[in-house]
């Protein structure tokens, strides 16, 4: 499984982006997919996953009802729309993707929000 993040930049607080993940290979496999993020001197840390069918969603605390995770399957792309961000949200952010004991990582994009 291949994964490609696009959609960060440069944001001013309260403004709002959206980031994609498209996934191609063997993502029949995919079970998990979820959006991870890791600021400079932290740990990376879980923001957003969705489980196959979208039936079930979980946010990190700091991001409910900020950040909303959805998985478009036909297109095999994942998307993280987030609102009012703050300077705290600035990090790089990974998508991942879990299935059959296998997790794969994207590169990553950058998300910078002043303030």
């Known amino acids: 499984v291949q994964l490609v993040e696009s959609g960060g930049g440069l944001v001013q607080a309260g403004g709002s982006l959206r980031l994609s993940c498209a996934a191609s290979?063997?993502?029949?496999?995919?079970?998990?997919m979820g959006w991870y993020r890791q600021a400079p001197g932290n740990q990376r840390e879980l923001v957003a996953q969705?489980?196959?069918?979208?039936?079930?969603?979980n946010y990190a605390d700091s991001v409910k009802g900020r950040f909303t995770i959805s998985r478009d399957s036909a297109k095999n792309t994942m998307y993280l729309q987030m609102n009012s961000l703050t300077p705290e949200d600035t990090a790089v952010y990974y998508c991942?993707?879990?299935?059959?004991?296998?997790?794969?990582w994207g590169q990553g994009t950058q998300v910078t929000v002043s303030s």
């Open positions: 991942n993707a879990w299935g059959r004991g296998l997790s794969y």
């Open positions: 290979g063997s993502t029949f496999s995919i079970d998990v």
């Open positions: 969705i489980f196959r069918g979208g039936g079930r969603i």
